[in-house]
Each structure stands twice: as C-alpha cells, then as structure tokens.
Nanobody
Framework: QVHLIESGGGLVQAGGSLRLTCALSGRFSALVTMGWFRQGPGKEREVVAWITFHSAFSSGGVRGYGDSVKGRFTISSENGENTIVLQMSSLEPEDTGVYYC?????????WGQGTQVTVSS
C-alpha cells in the first residue's frame, strides 16, 4: 500500500512563494508518475504539475505543468528520499486551494490527504 504525506502549505501574500513536499512510502511497484492537483473554492480539481519516471523513483523524469502555473511553479524530485517538491513562486489569489499529491503505480492512483494553500491579495 502506498502512503503519501504532504507538507508545506500555509498562508502567503500575493507575489510570495511556498514550497510543498510530498513523501512517498510503502510497498509499490513500477512507479510511473507523481504530481500535484489542486482544488480551489467552488472549483473543480485541476492538474498542477507532474513528473513521469521510467520505472522507478529517480532524480530525472519528464515534467509537465498545468497552463495556469507554467513559468511560476517548478516540480522536482529528490533522489534517495522518494520525495517530490513543488516550488511555487509569484503566487496569486487564484492559486488558493487544497493541493493534493498523487502517485501512479502498477496498482493504480493513490492520493495524499491534501495541504491548504491560501494566497491573500
């Protein structure tokens, strides 16, 4: 079973930065992708960023971003710790929401509990 633990959310003013982390643990095989979705107040869940690995967690991988965060957010992986990091800069009030980490393995998709990000204007 896969466990995903997010951390790093909080309150920040517009224009500021936050760093989210997601730690993966448990038993799994054929890790394919890890990434983040978010859900703002009254909005549908939307993709934020992801990393697609070849077959196992590594410091490499192909990265992708949702259109609304391109150029402002950066996703990376920390090899040896099974952790991904979402560095968020130039935050806007529209970035407010609950950020959910996810992983795709041979067993399917798993989700973290979510971490709240609030950007004040």
């Amino acid at each position: 079973q896969v466990h995903l633990i997010e951390s790093g959310g909080g309150l920040v003013q517009a224009g500021g930065s936050l760093r989210l982390t997601c730690a993966l643990s448990g038993r799994f095989s054929a890790l394919v992708t890890m990434g983040w979705f978010r859900q703002g107040p009254g909005k549908e869940r939307e993709v934020v960023a992801w990393i697609t690995f070849h077959s196992a967690f590594s410091s490499g991988g192909v990265r992708g971003y949702g259109d609304s965060v391109k150029g402002r957010f950066t996703i990376s992986s920390e090899n040896g710790e099974n952790t991904i990091v979402l560095q968020m800069s130039s935050l806007e009030p529209e970035d407010t929401g609950v950020y959910y980490c996810y992983s795709d393995t041979q067993n399917g998709r798993d989700w973290g509990q979510g971490t709240q990000v609030t950007v004040s204007s």
